[in-house]
T-cell receptor, first 116, second 111 residues
Framework: GAVVSQHPSRVICKSGTSVKIECRSL??????MFWYRQFPKQSLMLMAT?????????EQGVEKDKFLINHASLTLSTLTVTSAHPEDSSFYIC????????????FGSGTRLTVV | GQSLEQPSEVTAVEGAIVQINCTYQ??????LSWYQQHDGGAPTFLSY????GLEETGRFSSFLSRSDSYGYLLLQELQMKDSASYFC????????????FGGGTRVLVKP
């Protein structure tokens, strides 16, 4: 089945630094990747949609200059949280779709970001 | 826009049956999906209903009524490992369409 690998699973960083999260599709071509954010005991909120080779489409209220998304290849998308602040601490999850992923979207294992 | 409503929490005992309802208001509806998420983990796909009716997959079944803008996930023969959050989501209208999630229902299974 379709597998999405997300790395790192956990990261702690200092305020003001940047953190990069990678999301890779291992056995299929991810034409579209989605990035979600989830606070404890809440639902997943879509941050942005990225298509390979083009600029990401951000949801309303998401700062594109703060959350930089790159989808340079059909198997890799990255989310960089720039100048991180404690309020950016959250669970970030990617998901991917493409030929062969069927009716369900495949999610990465998530990244727990803690900004101190 | 899209809006999906589901109960926030359900508690049941092992062996019981739980039904999680989901009502939705969406534009361009393509179907209803269900995902399971354990604490600290990623969502995993459970089922998808594109047409009205019941889809059965082992102990879990999902139902959709387009005319009522309503669906449900039925968990049978509950096991402790079923304790998790369950999300309805829409639409998976083909690869590339963004998925919107309901608020999630936390299911707690007690011995």
């Amino acid at each position: 089945g379709a597998v999405v690998s997300q790395h790192p699973s956990r990261v702690i960083c200092k305020s003001g630094t940047s953190v990069k999260i990678e999301c890779r599709s291992l056995d299929f071509q991810a034409t579209t990747m989605f990035w979600y954010r989830q606070f404890p005991k809440q639902s997943l909120m879509l941050m942005a949609t990225s298509n390979e080779g083009s600029k990401a489409t951000y949801e309303q209220g998401v700062e594109k200059d703060k959350f930089l998304i790159n989808h340079a290849s059909l198997t890799l998308s990255t989310l960089t949280v720039t100048s991180a602040h404690p309020e950016d601490s959250s669970f970030y999850i990617c998901s991917a779709s493409g030929p062969g992923t069927g009716d369900g979207y495949t999610f990465g294992s998530g990244t727990r970001l803690t900004v101190v | 826009g899209q809006s999906l409503e589901q109960p926030s929490e359900v508690t049941a005992v092992e062996g019981a049956i739980v039904q999680i309802n989901c009502t939705y208001q969406t534009s361009g509806f393509y179907g209803l999906s269900w995902y399971q998420q354990h604490d600290g983990g990623a969502p995993t796909f459970l089922s998808y209903n594109a047409l009205d009716g019941l889809e059965e997959t082992g102990r879990f079944s999902s139902f959709l009524s387009r005319s009522d803008s309503y669906g449900y996930l039925l968990l049978q023969e509950l096991q402790m490992k079923d304790s998790a959050s369950y999300f309805c989501a829409a639409p998976p209208g083909g690869a590339g369409n963004k998925l919107t999630f309901g608020g999630g229902t936390r299911v707690l299974v007690k011995p």
